[in-house]
């Protein structure tokens, strides 16, 4: 099981960006994928996840609205609209359970891509 994150950057407030996760070893239809962040200080936290069978997504509560997790073949996206400077964090994705779940004890998890929400 391997995952790999990319597409983090710097990004002015209001703007957008979209976040990456390449996979492989898995089947997105049978597994659960999640976003987590962890920001300067801060622990690890749920962003947004995508259930495996049918697909159901999930969000925090700081970003519903602004954030959209998505997938498609092997890959699974995080479009971030309206980012603010408390978005700013290295994000992750994680994998291994089937259930979405906001608890970061993924057992795989992909290196982390940095988002810097500043003008």
């Known amino acids: 099981v391997q995952l790999q994150a990319s597409g983090g950057g710097l990004v002015q407030p209001g703007g957008s960006l979209k976040l990456s996760c390449t996979t492989s070893?898995?089947?997105?239809?049978?597994?659960?994928v999640g976003w987590f962040r962890r920001g300067p200080g801060a622990e690890r936290e749920g962003v947004s996840c995508?259930?495996?069978?049918?697909?159901t997504t999930y969000y925090a509560d700081s970003v519903k609205g602004r954030f959209t997790i998505s997938r498609d073949n092997d890959t699974v996206y995080l479009q971030m609209n309206s980012p603010k400077p408390e978005d700013t964090a290295v994000y992750y994705c994680?994998?291994?359970?089937?259930?979405?779940?906001?608890?970061?004890?993924?057992?795989?998890w992909g290196q982390g891509t940095l988002v810097t929400v500043s003008s």
């Open positions: 070893g898995f089947t997105l239809d049978e597994n659960a």
């Open positions: 995508i259930s495996g069978f049918r697909g």
């Open positions: 994680a994998t291994g359970h089937q259930l979405c779940r906001f608890k970061p004890d993924f057992p795989f």
